[in-house]
C-alpha cells in the first residue's frame, strides 16, 4: 500500500460509521466501474483494430473526405 493511500484510510478511520460506509461503497463502485472498463476495452481492442482498418483503406480508396467542423457547431 501506497503512504498517501495509507493516509487516506487512516483519515477515513475517523469519521462516522455511516461516513465510513458511504466512502467505501463509492469507492468499491469506482473499482468494480475501472474493472468494467478494462473488460470492455480488452474485448473491443480486436474490433477497434479491424474499424481502423477499414477507416484507413476507405480514405485509401478516396472514399472520405475533409469533415466539415461547421456542421457540428451548436
Known amino acids: ?7 487516506a484510510f ?8 455511516i461516513e465510513q ?7 468499491l463502485s469506482e473499482l468494480e466501474s475501472e474493472r468494467k472498463w478494462d473488460r470492455a476495452f480488452a ?11 477499414e477507416a ?8 472520405t473526405g475533409a469533415l466539415d467542423w461547421f456542421a457540428f457547431s451548436v
Open 10 to 17: 487512516e483519515d477515513a478511520s475517523k469519521l462516522s460509521d
Open 21 to 27: 460506509n458511504t466512502l467505501a461503497r463509492w469507492l
Open 43 to 53: 474485448e473491443s481492442e480486436d474490433l477497434l483494430g479491424e474499424l481502423a482498418d
Open 56 to 63: 484507413l483503406e476507405a480514405h485509401a480508396q478516396g472514399k
Open 1 to 7: 500500500m501506497t503512504s498517501l493511500l495509507a493516509k
